[in-house]
């Protein structure tokens, strides 16, 4: 499966932002699929995942509240909604497709596809 997130850009901090990331081929629905994002100089981090009915979510904790993960099977897309933005969100954000359980989908390692990644600035 090949993934392509966007949405990304400079929002002010308070703001919301929506990323998308659109995926190829028609096993779309067999993937969990999740967000991850890196800021500058530090290890990349869990931010969001949602199964493949997209029954279950799970958040990071830095994010819980605020963002919201959706699919749509039918359009082979997921959303990251990004509301109550903090400078410390800022980050190049990536979505990632995962062919393993539900419980590994907080964790980098079980994800086997990622797309290029967009970046998220957010001011203060």
């Known amino acids: 499966v090949q993934l392509q997130a966007s949405g990304g850009g400079l929002v002010q901090g308070g703001g919301s932002l929506g990323l998308s990331c659109a995926a190829s081929?028609?096993?779309?629905?067999?993937?969990?699929m999740g967000w991850f994002r890196q800021a500058p100089g530090k290890e990349r981090e869990f931010v969001a995942a949602?199964?493949?009915?997209?029954?279950?979510?799970a958040y990071g904790d830095s994010v819980k509240g605020r963002f919201t993960i959706s699919r749509d099977n039918d359009k082979n897309t997921v959303i990251l909604q990004m509301n109550s933005l903090k400078p410390e969100d800022t980050a190049v954000y990536y979505c990632?497709?995962?062919?393993?359980?539900?419980?590994?989908?907080?964790?980098?390692?079980?994800?086997?596809?990622w797309g290029q990644g967009t970046l998220v600035t957010v001011s203060s």
């Open positions: 990632a497709a995962s062919s393993r359980g539900w419980s590994t989908a907080t964790m980098a390692s079980a994800y086997g596809y």
């Open positions: 949602i199964s493949r009915a997209g029954v279950n979510t």
């Open positions: 081929g028609r096993t779309f629905r067999n993937y969990v």
